[in-house]
């Protein structure tokens, strides 16, 4: 098991950048493949972006693909999310979450390890 930390969330204005890290417990973390997810008040988790292990592949969902940035660092076990451009649209709860199967998931039944969140707010 791998426990994760988020931070670096806030209250930021429209077309405001932001980034995010999760810190991730354990001397295992390069054999998780990472997430972002994020869930907005009365709606369902939905997937953000995803890499792999070693970082050589990304996924993104279409309402972030171009402004968000996934990226990892294993020497220090942290996963990031750099988000630019940052709409109301994307106010929410972030959680990070770790994979240990085969391959990335873009799903959230897809990760066993999860992170407490780090609330994003983007006012218009």
């Known amino acids: 098991q791998v426990q994760l930390v988020e931070s670096g969330g806030g209250l930021v204005q429209a077309g405001d950048s932001l980034r995010l890290s999760c810190a991730a417990s354990?001397?295992?973390?390069?054999?998780?493949?990472m997430g972002w997810f994020r869930q907005a008040p009365g709606k369902e988790r939905e997937f953000v972006a995803a890499?792999?292990?070693?970082?050589?592949?990304?996924y993104y969902s279409d309402a972030v693909k171009g402004r968000f940035t996934i990226s990892r660092d294993n020497a220090k076990n942290t996963v990031y999310l750099q988000m630019t451009s940052l709409k109301p649209e994307d106010t929410a709860v972030y959680y990070c979450a770790g994979r240990s199967g085969i391959g990335v998931s873009t799903t959230s039944t897809g990760y066993a390890n999860w992170g407490q969140g780090t609330q994003v707010t983007v006012s218009s």
């Open positions: 890499i792999s292990r070693t970082g050589v592949t990304t």
């Open positions: 354990g001397r295992t973390f390069n054999s998780y493949h």
